[in-house]
């Protein structure tokens, strides 16, 4: 299993930007495909983007398609998830998750490791 730690959370106003990182641990992180999750407060979790393990393929939910991008640096062991015009129904905790030899049907997959999450806020 891989163990994730996520950063670059804070407070950004309408339209701003931030960048999400996720570390993780462990040599076999080319293996592993990795995604962003996202949980409001009263709301489920659901799923933003992810990056199949091969790094051939990148899905995004409606939500965030044009203003969220997903990229992976396996040298660095590293996920990240560019966000600009953020807006305030953005707001969430974000979680970064990791998948063994996933490419195929992401947005539902079964992610088997999971960060601790990294709070977004976006005032409007």
């Known amino acids: 299993q891989v163990q994730l730690v996520e950063s670059g959370g804070g407070l950004v106003q309408a339209g701003g930007s931030l960048r999400l990182s996720c570390a993780a641990s462990g040599r076999t992180f080319n293996s592993y495909a990795l995604a962003w999750f996202r949980q409001a407060p009263g709301k489920e979790r659901s799923f933003v983007a992810a990056v199949s393990w091969s790094g051939r393929r990148t899905v995004y939910a409606d939500s965030v398609k044009g203003r969220f991008t997903i990229s992976r640096d396996n040298a660095k062991n590293t996920v990240y998830l560019r966000m600009t015009s953020l807006k305030p129904e953005d707001t969430a905790v974000y979680y970064c998750?990791?998948?063994?030899?996933?490419?195929?049907?992401?947005?539902?997959?079964?992610?088997?490791?999971w960060g601790q999450g990294t709070q977004v806020t976006v005032s409007s």
């Open positions: 998750a990791a998948g063994l030899f996933l490419e195929y049907g992401l947005e539902k997959a079964d992610f088997g490791s």
